[in-house]
């Protein structure tokens, strides 16, 4: 259970800190503006843009390896991943707690993250780490698990090709608030949940 959410929380955060804007930068293009951190971001597929296709198959590896048995090196990356996370958030809360915030032109969302942010990204790294160190405690052994590759994950695949075009047309058919680009927000949070279906679903954890 504890591996379940761990996985569940990584795809989460790394939904809208790599997946949002690696689609919104690629398919909407300059009008789209985005940052990971004070002086790490760009416009469309300038910038640091490059650094979001690199998170991204970092993050899918580490899901992948997540929902296929945890077989190392998952242990290794999933702590590469929540161990400098939690670390940033804190120094951002710390070196400017009011600057930092989660802000979402398109749907108007500007939330203070100086107090909430530091005590949920540390206490998932807590449970990383918590998790980690029992399970390579415990020594047991990890078979790699079979691709399974039912209906459901076929249908899930197919729909994340096509909602790219979709996403294209409704990111291009409006200003950064109308309601084709909240549609597109949507879409592409919808288009991640079904990648992360088919990994959950093919893939068992054990």
């Not at 569940?8 to 939904?15: D, I, V």
């Not at 929540?82 to 940033?88: G, Q």
């Not at 707690?97 to 100086?114: D, Q």
């Not at 209906?151 to 729909?159: F, V």
Request: aromatic share 12%.
């Amino acid at each position: 259970m504890t591996l379940r959410v761990l996985l569940w929380l990584t795809a989460l955060f790394s939904g809208v800190l790599v997946w949002l804007p690696l689609v919104r930068g690629a398919t909407q293009g300059a009008p789209y503006h985005w940052a990971l951190a004070d002086g790490i971001g760009g416009s469309g597929i300038g910038g640091w843009y490059w650094i979001l296709p690199i998170a991204a198959v970092f993050v899918l590896s580490l899901l992948c390896l997540g929902w296929r048995g945890a077989r190392w090196p998952f242990h290794l990356l999933l702590l590469a991943f929540h161990l400098p996370l939690a670390a940033a958030v804190v120094y951002a809360a710390w070196s400017d707690p009011e600057g930092f915030r989660l802000e979402g032109e398109t749907i108007g969302l500007n939330v203070s993250l100086a107090v909430v942010g530091p005590l949920l990204f540390c206490g998932v790294a807590a449970l990383a780490v918590l998790w980690v160190v029992r399970d390579l405690r415990a020594k047991r052994p990890r078979p790699p698990v079979p691709w399974v590759w039912t209906r459901a994950a076929k249908l899930r695949a197919a729909l994340v090709v096509l909602l790219f075009p979709l996403e294209v047309i409704l990111f291009r058919s409006g200003g950064m608030q109308s309601a084709p680009n909240m549609i597109g927000v949507a879409a592409v949070g919808w288009q991640w949940i079904m990648i992360n279906l088919v990994l959950a679903g093919a893939r068992d954890v054990g």
